[in-house]
């Protein structure tokens, strides 16, 4: 079974709208960490935000947030106001807290086009 | 402020040859690992480095060897270079496995 399912190969969003990136993991442990990184075409990965598996309150970081819904096993990335330079791949990663890997498994990524 | 520095960023290999990979990180930090990316996909770890002198397998090492003498420095070596191999490797580093990882820019490395 996938770890990280990202059901969105790709999504467009026009400038200043806000967008909701998907993102659902399984796992069985309690102590987990859930990721978001962003890959522009210049192919660096930039850390977005981070979501750990008891923190009450959903990650906020400017203009990014993560929907944490800890039941469903989901935890979506939401960018506000969109701009262009938001245009790039986005990967959900998950690192699973007693596995001993201490290491991040990566969804197969969803592409935004921030249209103008 | 370099962060993660990997060596080198291209790298056109032969079927059979060997090279390896240098990735140093100057934020001092204790995790490192080598992760490879190919077209459509995210990212899979090849191995990783919990402190200096330690190794550990990730989810794809067949192929791969990996050694962490300094802590600064984590080496990823391909004794023989398979086509299947053709990928773009990135390094990483965190400070703790629950702390964000920092990126390199990573090595596009091709093999014929």
């Known amino acids: 079974a996938q770890k990280i399912t990202q059901t969105q190969p790709g999504m467009f969003v026009q400038e200043k709208e806000a967008v909701t990136l998907d993102c659902t993991y399984d796992?069985?442990?309690?102590?987990?960490?859930l990721f978001w990184y962003k890959q522009p075409s210049s192919g660096e990965m930039i850390f977005l935000i981070y979501?750990?598996?008891?923190?009450?309150q959903n990650a906020t970081e400017g203009r990014y947030s993560l929907n944490f819904q800890k039941a469903r096993k989901s935890a979506n990335l939401v960018i506000s106001a969109s701009q262009l330079g938001d245009s790039a791949m986005y990967f959900c990663?998950?690192?699973?807290?007693?596995?001993?890997?201490?290491?991040?498994?990566f969804g197969s990524g969803t592409r935004l086009q921030v249209q103008p | 402020n370099a962060g993660v520095t990997q060596t080198p960023k291209f790298r056109v290999l032969k079927t059979g040859q060997s090279m390896t990979l240098l990735c140093a990180q100057d934020?001092?930090?204790?995790?490192m690992y080598w992760y490879r990316q190919d077209p459509g996909m995210g990212l899979r770890l090849i191995h990783y480095?919990?402190?200096?002198?330690?190794?550990a397998k990730g989810e794809v090492p067949d192929g791969y060897n990996v050694s962490r003498l300094k802590k600064q420095n984590f080496l990823l070596g391909l004794e023989s270079a398979a086509p299947s191999q053709t990928s773009v490797y990135f390094c990483?580093?965190?400070?703790?496995?629950?702390?964000?990882?920092?990126f390199g820019d990573g090595t596009r490395l091709s093999i014929l």
């Open positions: 934020m001092n930090h204790e995790y």
């Open positions: 990663a998950m690192r699973e807290g007693d596995t001993g890997r201490r290491a991040l498994t």
């Open positions: 796992t069985s442990d309690q102590s987990y960490g």
């Open positions: 480095s919990v402190g200096e002198g330690t190794t």
């Open positions: 979501q750990g598996s008891y923190d009450e």
């Open positions: 990483a580093s965190s400070l703790g496995f629950n702390q964000p990882q920092h």
